[in-house]
Structure formats: structure tokens, C-alpha cells
């Protein structure tokens, strides 16, 4: 596993460019001057690929999310349904004056029109996409989670096949009164079957499918190419004679489109590069706005009076409409960005961005890798790591997560103060005179001895437990061969136990002697089960994995899983190897800011004991962060860096409680206000926390859960 890599899917991102581009052919016909036959081979059967691409992106990006908890679906399937949605209801508003001048609201407009328009056909013609990918997910999503991976595909297929008849082959549904008064009924419901129902499902699944498979085996490019070299091509032949023959009503669904799409999609995922976010949504813009660039073109070329080129001349014609697609659509981005603060805070000092989407990745990972009846416990201690303790048990809640465990009754109780809901387990130990505050903000117990748990139940409050058991950690928890005073710790009237288990300590190493010493961990641990049930106690809910347990002992089957770190997408060391692979994304980034630029002379020193003395002319930036923020101050001695526009420069001299000095030399344009990264990327160059972590000599979870107060969170989704 490479922790803090994200998948890579460039070629998907980039080849969204593309696909918009032959979507604007579509509405433009770019050939149409030259070759009504050219035109047609164009944008009515090769074009065709854009809109299913589309559908398979969100299948494969979507459907991989979803997990055997049907309740965390269907908020995920919430969560994606309002966010679409919400671009539909713009675009919509977006298009009513075009829509009031094209006479939409007077011709034949009635309540059932709008009904229809809004569900299937789109108030403006390419709009149809927004209900097509919601209804198609919707389909998918409630298939996916019902029926096996292949009946799934099966009865979308079917759907496609209906929809074919339809579309393309509609003259074969002709042939039949019967059948054809049957798509004649349905077509009073929906233009098309070019829509949500019919065509979007298959395409959506095809994502999911191929996201589930890839992560099996090495794949060679070569059938793939050959796959959609042939497929693509009888997609073309199979338009043209549709045509020719006219069976078609419409052209947008094609029997070899479905094998085409697939040979085409495995070929894009061939196409490594960084992930560019910025072309998926630049994509989505052109997509948008487009018709809109048709209608100003259109309108220029009148008032002009230059229509035979402008609009006549369809290549002309195409070019401007992409041209100014584009550009509009890149300065709306921008705009939006603008309003949305997608920069930091430009005074800020030192702060921490916090991404909530890789947090919730993570959470997908982490699940898809978990046996199927184990449920995450997220741990947010510390903070969470650093992170913000309620912030990110809030969010998580959002997730469908409703178990969390804390260090300490102080944590829990902030927690519940901020609205977080679920059970929270207090991991450490807490004074039996607290007893009143664990039982009124419903927080539980561990319970690490016999003794302690009497004192709690003289206490009379009924509260809720876990049951600790030290099987070789040498910490917390009732020693396991102590097995009377085990099944004592069960018998309290005030104590409810809920739970029972154990901590590993040294399941991330995959050593040979510190494997045994972890199975024998996981024996005593079982051996205690047994005995209770012999005894006829009930343990309750099991749990021994933390994050390490679960990627090196995956195949353990517990109830929950005692997430911390991995939440956070971080390894604890670099370059540490897993069992199991999962794809980690950082969730933190730590910056700070440059608030002054000096030269120094040869011989100048710097900082506190002179640490370091200039050996030639150099340049340097006071930054201003240090170890009061969670900086180690030896980190300068370890050759650490940081990334000032995109490039790594040394730390030196011993780090300050408040600042530290970068040298900065070589480089030009530095400027007081710049950002200065120590963790996360910039521009192409990145730090891992477990690179940073490596130079403070410690563990990414040290470092992080001592990030100072003074580190503001900005949290992004
Ligand atoms: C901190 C802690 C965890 C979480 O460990 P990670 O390695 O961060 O996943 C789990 N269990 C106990 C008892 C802990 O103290």
C-alpha cells in the first residue's frame, strides 16, 4: 500500500473535456455544411459515447461507496440526490428567460407538461441529464444494494433493451400495433426513453461493476484498445444502417454502444495522471452553459447580420460555441470560487485545512475492507487527531457513523454538548466520582478491573460499559488470565455492559515474532470469551482492532473496529507495509504563512543558541509558525523541509515557539503573505504526514494530536 496516494484517475478527468466537446457537436452538428452523412457518422453515433461516459464516471465513483448498511446508503443516495439536484434546480433557473422567449410557458404548457419535463425530458433539451443520472442512480442504487452485482446488470440491460426499441429501433416496435401502442402510451409520459429509466441505469451499473473489479487483477491495454476499436466501429456501422433503413426515432441508444462503453472506459482508466477536480467540474460547466453560448451566438449573427457565417457555416459555428463555452464557463468558475472563499483566509497565521471528502473516502475504504457485520468506532480522541474532536464526529454522524470512543469523560461530554449523537466510549479512566456525569450525558465506561467496577456500582447510577481485558498490551484492563474477577466485572446491578475487549500492541508490524505475539493476544483474548459463555455470561459487543489491526488482520471477525489514524488517511510511519490495501487520503494539510523576507550576509546567524550561520549570501523567510503550534524544535536538525510556491527548501536553525526561519536563497517573487506548507501539497511538490512525521522522529499520531490550539481548522467539503 502507498498511504497518502490518491487513485489516480486523470485520464477520466481529462477525457470529460472531451466528452463535452462532442456534446456540444451534438447541439451544433459540426459537419453538417460539408456532409450531411459525415455529420451524422459524427455527432449521431461517435458522440454518442459522451453522455454514458458521464453516467459511467458516476456509477463507478458512486456505486463503489455503498455498503451492506442500508440506511448509510440511502443517505449517501440522499447526499448525492441534494447535490445534483441542486445543480438542476440552477440550470433550470438559468434557462427560464430562454425559456420564456422560446414560448415554453404558452404552448400547450399545463402542470402535467411541467411534471414531465421536470422528471424525464428537462425543461431545456440537453437538461434531461440532470433527472436521467438522479432517477438512473436511484434505479441502480436500489438494484445494487438488492440483487447480486450480475442480475443487477441484467435487469438494467433489459431496461436498456426496452428503451432501445424505443429509440433507435423504433421501426421494429412499429412492425407490432400492439407493441407500438405500447410505447405510444409511454411516450405521453416522456419524449424519449432516452432518459433515467432506460438508459441511464446500465451505464451507471457498468461504473460500479468495473470499480468493484479492478481491484482484483493487473490488466494488459492491448484487447482493451482492440476491444473498442472493434465495437466502436460497429457502433458507427450499426447507426448508419439504422438510418439508412430509418428505423430510428431517435439515436442515442445503440446495442454496440454498450460493449463500446465498457472497452472505452477500461482504456481511460489505462490513463494515469493527477486527479484534476477542476476539469470535472469544468466539464459539468460546458455542459451547461453551452446552449446558452448557441442561443447568444445565435442572436450576435442576427443583430450582426452575419448569419451565413456565424451560424450557417456549421464549423464556424461549432468552433465559436466551444470557444465561448469554455471561456464562460472558466470565468464562472472563477466567480465561484471567489464568493465560496476557495482561498484561505489571506490573514491567517498558521491553520490547518481539514478535507472533510477524504475524510469520508477514508470512512468508505475502511468499510469496503471491513467484514461485513463489523461496524467502524471511530476514534476521536485528542481532537481527533488533531482534527477537531466535534467537527469530525459531526461529520461523521453525517456518514451514518454512530459509534465513537475518546480518551476522556471530558471529551465525551464536549461531544454530546455539540449534538453528537451514537454511543461514545470512554477508552481511558475515569474517576468513580464522576459517575453522575457519565450517566447524564450517556457516555460509556471502560471498565479496566474487577475493583473499579465495584466502586462504580456503589455508587447506584446505572451506566453503560465496556469491559477491558489486558491480554499483552500491559496497559489498561483486567489482566485476562485473571478469569474469576473477569466474569465478576459482569455481575454489577449499576452496570450495564455493552461491550468487551482488548488492544493490540503491536499489529502494525508484520515481523514473525510480532505476528505470534499477536495471534497469542487474539487467543487469550478468545479463550476469555469462551470462558464467559461457559459460565453463561454474555460479553456482549466484541471489538480488538484498531487501524493497524484491521489492515494486517483483516480477516479477524469482531463486531466493531477501533479506527483512529486511518480515519485521518495516515500511516503511522512511513513507509510502513499493510496486509490489506486501502487507498488513504490525508485529511489535514498545515500551513502557515511567510511574514517577512531579509537577506543574510555570510557568517549572519540565526535564531536562538545560532544555531545556524549563513556559509554564503542567502536569502531567508520568517515563517510564522513553531513548536508552541505543534512544530518539534529539533525538526531543523533533521534536514526537514517545507514547500514555499511549490518548491521544498530547508528549516533552519532550531524552530521557535512562535516562528521559524526558512532558507529561502535561490529562489525570486517570495513575498510576506505567501503560504508556507508543511504538510500536504503544493503546486506538484507534497509532504506526507508521514514524511513530516519522520522528521520530528516520531509517529504521524503524535504529530498531529499536538498541533497547537493556535492552529486554526478551516474545514473544506
Ligand atoms: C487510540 C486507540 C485506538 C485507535 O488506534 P489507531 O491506531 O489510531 O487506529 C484504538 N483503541 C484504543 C484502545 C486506543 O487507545
Excluded at 451 to 464: P, R, W
Excluded at 511 to 516: Q, V
Excluded at 606 to 617: C, I, L, P, S
Excluded at 659 to 679: A, H, N, P, R, S
Aim: hydrophobic fraction near 45%; charged fraction near 20%.
Amino acid at each position: 500500500m502507498n498511504a497518502g496516494s490518491e487513485k489516480q484517475y486523470g485520464g477520466l478527468d481529462r477525457f470529460r473535456i472531451m466528452a463535452a466537446i462532442l456534446v456540444i457537436a451534438i447541439h451544433t452538428s459540426p459537419l453538417l455544411s460539408i456532409n450531411e452523412w459525415a455529420d451524422f457518422t459524427l455527432t449521431r453515433t461517435i458522440a454518442r459515447v459522451a453522455v454514458p461516459f458521464f453516467f459511467l464516471c458516476t456509477g463507478f465513483f458512486f456505486l463503489q461507496k455503498l455498503g451492506t448498511d442500508r440506511s448509510r446508503n440511502a443517505s449517501m443516495l440522499k447526499q448525492f440526490l441534494w447535490k445534483v439536484g441542486k445543480l438542476y434546480l440552477l440550470s433550470i433557473l438559468l434557462y427560464l428567460p430562454v425559456n420564456v422567449y422560446a414560448g415554453y410557458f404558452t404552448d400547450g404548457f399545463t402542470v402535467f407538461s411541467a411534471v414531465k419535463d421536470l422528471l424525464f425530458n428537462g425543461t431545456l433539451y440537453h437538461l434531461w441529464y440532470f433527472p436521467g443520472i438522479m432517477l438512473g442512480v436511484c434505479i441502480s442504487t436500489f438494484l445494487y444494494t438488492r440483487l447480486s452485482t450480475w442480475n443487477t446488470f441484467w435487469v438494467t440491460l433489459l431496461l436498456y433493451g426496452i428503451g432501445l426499441l424505443g429509440d433507435s429501433y423504433y421501426g421494429l416496435a412499429q412492425m407490432s400495433p400492439y407493441v407500438d401502442s405500447i410505447y405510444q402510451s409511454m411516450f405521453t409520459l416522456f419524449d424519449y426513453t432516452r432518459n433515467g429509466i432506460f438508459f441511464a441505469p446500465v451505464f451507471i451499473v457498468m461504473g460500479g461493476m468495473t470499480a468493484n473489479n479492478r481491484r482484483r487483477k493487473k490488466k494488459k491495454i492491448t484487447p482493451y484498445a482492440i476491444g473498442f476499436v472493434l465495437f466502436g466501429t460497429m457502433l458507427v456501422m450499426e447507426g448508419l444502417l439504422l438510418h439508412a433503413y430509418q428505423l430510428q426515432r431517435h439515436d442515442s441508444m445503440y446495442i454496440f454502444l454498450i460493449p463500446c462503453m465498457y472497452f472505452l472506459f477500461q482504456l481511460l482508466l489505462f490513463w494515469k495522471g493527477k486527479n484534476r477536480p477542476a476539469l470535472r467540474k469544468l466539464s459539468l460547466y460546458v455542459y451547461v452553459i453551452h446552449p446558452l453560448c448557441i442561443v447568444l451566438i445565435r442572436g450576435v449573427a442576427k443583430v450582426t447580420g452575419l448569419t451565413g457565417l456565424l451560424v450557417e457555416n456549421s464549423l464556424v459555428h461549432f468552433t465559436l460555441v466551444t470557444v465561448l463555452s469554455f471561456v464562460l464557463s472558466v470565468i464562472v468558475m472563477k466567480v465561484i470560487q471567489h464568493f465560496r472563499g476557495g482561498k484561505p483566509d489571506q490573514t491567517g497565521r498558521a491553520w490547518a485545512d481539514i478535507h472533510l471528502p477524504h475524510l469520508q473516502h477514508n470512512v468508505r475504504e475502511i468499510q469496503r475492507v471491513l467484514p461485513k457485520d463489523c461496524t467502524v468506532m471511530a476514534v476521536v480522541k485528542a481532537q481527533a487527531y488533531g482534527h477537531g474532536g466535534w467537527q469530525i464526529a459531526r461529520f461523521l454522524n453525517k456518514l451514518g457513523i454512530d459509534h465513537f470512543a475518546v480518551a476522556t469523560i471530558d471529551e465525551g461530554i464536549e461531544l454530546r454538548k455539540k449534538g453528537v449523537k451514537g454511543e461514545i466510549l470512554v477508552l481511558g479512566y475515569t474517576d468513580e466520582r464522576r459517575i453522575r456525569q457519565i450517566a447524564r450525558f450517556k457516555l460509556t465506561q471502560t471498565v479496566v478491573d474487577d475493583e473499579y467496577a465495584k466502586k462504580l456500582n456503589g455508587y447506584n447510577v446505572k451506566i453503560a460499559v465496556h469491559i477491558k481485558i489486558d491480554t499483552g498490551m500491559g496497559r489498561l484492563g483486567e489482566s485476562w488470565e485473571r478469569t474469576e474477577k473477569i466474569a465478576d466485572m459482569y455481575q454489577y446491578k449499576n452496570l450495564q455492559v455493552c461491550g468487551t475487549f482488548t488492544h493490540l500492541s503491536v499489529a502494525d508490524s508484520l515481523e514473525a515474532l510480532d505476528i505470534e505475539y499477536t495471534k497469542n493476544q487474539i487467543a487469550r483474548f478468545q479463550k476469555v470469551i469462551e470462558q464467559l459463555k461457559e459460565k453463561g455470561i454474555d460479553p456482549q459487543k466484541l471489538h480488538v482492532q484498531s487501524s493497524y489491526g484491521v489492515l494486517n488482520y483483516g480477516e479477524l471477525q469482531y463486531d466493531y473496529a477501533r479506527i483512529g489514524i486511518a480515519l485521518y488517511g495516515m500511516l503511522s510511519k512511513q513507509g510502513d507495509k499493510v496486509k490489506t490495501s486501502v487507498d488513504l487520503r490525508p485529511v489535514l494539510s498545515l500551513k502557515a504563512r511567510v511574514v517577512q523576507v531579509k537577506q543574510l550576509e555570510t557568517g549572519a546567524s540565526v535564531g536562538y543558541g545560532r544555531a545556524y550561520t549563513a556559509q554564503k549570501d542567502s536569502k531567508i523567510a520568517i515563517v510564522s509558525i513553531g513548536y508552541a503550534d505543534g512544530v518539534p524544535r529539533m525538526l531543523s536538525q533533521s534536514g526537514a523541509t517545507c514547500l514555499i510556491k511549490g518548491k521544498r527548501r530547508p528549516i533552519i536553525g532550531f524552530v521557535c515557539m512562535d516562528q521559524l526561519i526558512v532558507d529561502i536563497t535561490d529562489m525570486e517573487g517570495v513575498q510576506k503573505g505567501d503560504v508556507v506548507t508543511f504538510i500536504g501539497s503544493d503546486q506538484e511538490e507534497d509532504i506526507t504526514p508521514e514524511e513530516m512525521a519522520h522528521q520530528c522522529k516520531t509517529i504521524t499520531n503524535e504529530l498531529v494530536s499536538r498541533l497547537g490550539e493556535r492552529v486554526k481548522k478551516v474545514y473544506h467539503d
